[in-house]
T-cell receptor, first 113, second 117 residues
Framework: GENVEQHPSTLSVQEGDSAVIKCTYS??????FPWYKQELGKRPQLIID?????GEKKDQRIAVTLNKTAKHFSLHITETQPEDSAVYFC????????????FGKGNQVVVIP | DAGITQSPRHKVTETGTPVTLRCHQT?????MYWYRQDPGHGLRLIHY???????DKGEVSDGYSVSRSKTEDFLLTLESATSSQTSVYFC????????????????FGSGTRLTVV
């Protein structure tokens, strides 16, 4: 099955700086890559996603890039704010397979005011 | 508010007792999933359903069973709870129907914190 790995496990950044989280996946059939944000004690929430037919997608301060050849994708957060502090999960799935998402283990992002 | 609710929110149970967690959706989505979340392991799929009475195993299905008798309800049962099943359990729903669907994302419930003592 699909194996998704995230690096680094913890990331601390100064407020206003950028944060980058990278994920790798193993199954070349995967074609859908979402990112979820989970605040302490809350449910994971979808913040951005990308399909394999595009290389980059942006939504205000967040962006996701995909490199299918290298099988990795990254989340970029610019101008970080304290409310960006959370655990971020990447995931991957092959949409023809019941949309089963395989999640990475999560990255703790801490934004230092 | 998200169209998906889980019950109970918290439960403490004793080793060896059966436990059933409920996931209820009002979105009429076909796909429903049960994940467990543990420190250092992220979110791991237990079981999922792709329709009424249609279910399949995920990566950590041992010790768990599921049932879906109605579109809106997906039940997760621990037949005989063990301490290793202490975890936070999340249900998720997906609007995905086919590769032509525009919305693939999961919506998660608020989770059930289960402690087995």
């Amino acid at each position: 099955g699909e194996n998704v790995e995230q690096h680094p496990s913890t990331l601390s950044v100064q407020e206003g700086d950028s944060a980058v989280i990278k994920c790798t996946y193993s199954d070349s059939a995967s074609n859908y890559f979402p990112w979820y944000k989970q605040e302490l004690g809350k449910r994971p929430q979808l913040i951005i996603d990308i399909r394999s037919n595009v290389g980059e997608k942006k939504d205000q301060r967040i962006a996701v890039t995909l490199n299918k050849t290298a099988k990795h994708f990254s989340l970029h957060i610019t101008e970080t704010q304290p409310e960006d502090s959370a655990v971020y999960f990447c995931a991957a799935s092959a949409l023809g397979g019941n949309n089963r998402l395989a999640f990475g283990k999560g990255n703790q992002v801490v934004v230092i005011p | 508010d998200a169209g998906i609710t889980q019950s109970p929110r918290h439960k403490v149970t004793e080793t060896g007792t059966p436990v059933t967690l409920r996931c209820h959706q009002t979105e009429n989505h076909r796909y429903m999933y049960w994940y467990r979340q543990d420190p250092g392991h992220g979110l791991r799929l237990i079981h999922y359903s792709y329709g009424v009475k249609d279910t399949d195993k995920g990566e950590v299905s041992d010790g768990y069973s599921v049932s879906r008798s109605k579109t809106e309800d997906f039940l997760l049962t621990l037949e005989s709870a063990t301490s290793s099943q202490t975890s936070v359990y999340f249900c998720a729903i997906s609007a995905w129907q086919s590769p032509s669907t525009s919305n693939y994302g999961y919506t998660f419930g608020s989770g059930t914190r289960l402690t087995v003592v």
